[in-house]
């Protein structure tokens, strides 16, 4: 069994790599508005990144997807209501962690449904 320690490095790892992807994004920063990151395009989040600790704890828009991942056990929809505008809250344990592939993926889609469209046309052309 991994130490506490190596567990709490693990899902920090995972939260700083999703930290570093969305704000690679064109026009992202950070902000604290609770004392806990988000990532804004803009004026607007698209990722609250919950604390540290040993599970990876985060929020995202996902109008595509949103749908097919509420359908698995570490998904729910975001309180507050914003659960109803397509904002979805991942809880995973350390043990469980999902790829960096899955996390890139979820914080750009959240990117794209916030950002304005031509920031969006930017990421598309700096892709190729």
Do not use: I, N
């Not at 790892?13 to 609770?34: I, K, Q, V």
């Not at 004392?35 to 600790?53: N, P, Q, Y």
């Not at 790829?99 to 598309?124: I, N």
């Amino acid at each position: 069994m991994a130490s506490d320690e190596a567990v709490e490095d693990r899902v920090e790892a995972a939260r700083e790599a999703m930290r570093a992807f969305g704000l690679s994004l064109p026009e992202t920063r950070e902000d604290f508005p609770w004392g806990e990151s988000a990532l804004k395009v803009r004026k607007k989040v698209f990722v609250f990144l919950g604390g540290g600790g040993p599970h990876l704890g985060f929020s995202v828009k996902l109008p595509a997807s949103g749908e097919d991942v509420l359908c698995m056990p570490f998904a729910r929809p975001t309180g507050y209501g914003l659960g109803k505008s397509g904002w979805v809250s991942f809880r995973f344990e350390a043990d469980a962690l999902p790829g960096a592939d899955d996390l890139r993926g979820w914080v750009e889609e959240s990117y794209r449904a916030v950002a304005p469209k031509a920031l969006v046309k930017a990421l598309d052309r700096a892709a190729g």
